[in-house]
């Protein structure tokens, strides 16, 4: 059974890994055997996340990227490529988000949020999954969505715009690489107290949202790692494409 979670010899890139929820993901992979490839855009955040996956036994290496251009993520993957050969699974973490009212919105912030969750996501998919079907490589992509892709929450109208496009991209792609062997899933975190979520957890709003969770609590970076080791898996999820997983302590089952 321990096998079947076994991520040894696979390389895992990992787009926002530097991030609080994608560092602690990558650390999770990197317990069950995967060399990690931590990108970012703040490249000193990436380098601590390796160095301390690699204090603990673990390989990884730190590049950077601007999510939002092709020309950087085209740069970073000849790099992850030169450093380990290619890649088996990819992680796309970035995210973004605002608290600012739908009539006071700007295109000019819509179009910088919807660059990282959204089109960043889709170009780093072009490049890195043709990369693994050049190389006839199978695999696993596991996107990070949010439970506002599904219902949109007050306050953060484009992230929640942003994920529910992210969820079509993932299903869409879902079917488009079936034939060749990568699977392409996302997971659906509940509320963790990530760096684009703190600005808006007021007092009245973390009551609203421990009334709509059944579990009554936050959830720990680290209950991630399991849905995510799960999903990059060849042998434990195998016949697993284009699902939505909740991570999110009963919130998307929820009503009133």
Same mark, same amino acid.
């Given at each position: 059974?321990?096998?079947?979670?076994?991520?040894?010899?696979?390389?895992?890139?990992?787009?926002?890994g530097?991030?609080?929820?994608?560092?602690?993901?990558?650390?999770?992979?990197a317990?069950?055997?995967?060399?990690?490839?931590?990108?970012?855009?703040?490249?000193?955040?990436?380098?601590?996340?390796?160095?301390?996956?690699?204090?603990?036994?673990?390989?990884?290496?730190?590049?950077?990227?601007?999510?939002?251009?092709?020309?950087?993520?085209?740069?970073?993957?000849?790099?992850?490529?030169?450093?380990?050969g290619?890649?088996?699974?990819?992680?796309?973490?970035?995210?973004?988000?605002?608290?600012?009212?739908?009539?006071?919105?700007?295109?000019?912030?819509?179009?910088?949020?919807?660059?990282?969750?959204?089109?960043?996501?889709?170009?780093?998919?072009?490049?890195?999954?043709?990369?693994?079907?050049?190389?006839?490589?199978?695999?696993?992509?596991?996107?990070?969505?949010?439970?506002?892709?599904?219902?949109?929450l007050?306050?953060?109208?484009?992230?929640?715009? =942003?994920?529910?496009?992210?969820?079509? #991209? +993932?299903?869409? @792609?879902? !079917?488009?690489?079936?034939?060749? &062997?990568?699977?392409?899933?996302?997971?659906?975190?509940?509320?963790?107290?990530?760096?684009?979520?703190?600005?808006?957890?007021?007092?009245?709003?973390?009551?609203?949202?421990?009334?709509?969770?059944?579990?009554?609590?936050?959830?720990?970076?680290?209950?991630?790692?399991?849905?995510?080791?799960?999903?990059? =898996?060849?042998?434990a999820?195998?016949? #697993? +494409?284009?699902? @939505?997983? !909740?991570?999110?302590?009963?919130? &998307?089952?929820?009503?009133?």
């Amino acid at each position: 059974m321990k096998q079947l979670f076994d991520l040894s010899g696979k390389t895992a890139v990992a787009i926002g890994g530097n991030s609080v929820l994608g560092s602690s993901i990558v650390k999770g992979l990197a317990a069950h055997g995967a060399n990690i490839a931590i990108v970012g855009r703040n490249l000193e955040k990436a380098q601590a996340v390796a160095g301390e996956i690699e204090e603990n036994g673990g390989t990884a290496k730190a590049f950077q990227a601007d999510v939002s251009s092709r020309d950087s993520l085209i740069g970073v993957a000849s790099e992850i490529e030169q450093w380990s050969g290619g890649w088996d699974i990819l992680l796309n973490a970035p995210g973004k988000n605002s608290t600012t009212p739908f009539f006071e919105l700007e295109m000019e912030e819509w179009d910088d949020i919807m660059d990282v969750n959204l089109k960043g996501i889709v170009l780093t998919c072009q490049i890195f999954a043709k990369k693994m079907i050049e190389q006839e490589r199978k695999g696993s992509i596991i996107n990070i969505s949010s439970v506002s892709s599904t219902t949109p929450l007050s306050k953060v109208f484009t992230y929640s715009v =942003s994920k529910a496009g992210l969820n079509s #991209v +993932t299903q869409y @792609l879902a !079917r488009e690489f079936a034939p060749n &062997g990568i699977r392409v899933n996302a997971i659906i975190p509940g509320f963790f107290p990530a760096e684009q979520n703190r600005k808006i957890l007021s007092a009245e709003r973390v009551e609203s949202i421990m009334n709509h969770t059944p579990m009554k609590r936050f959830g720990a970076p680290e209950e991630l790692q399991g849905a995510a080791v799960w999903l990059a =898996s060849e042998e434990a999820s195998s016949f #697993v +494409t284009g699902t @939505l997983i !909740r991570v999110d302590g009963g919130f &998307g089952g929820m009503t009133i």
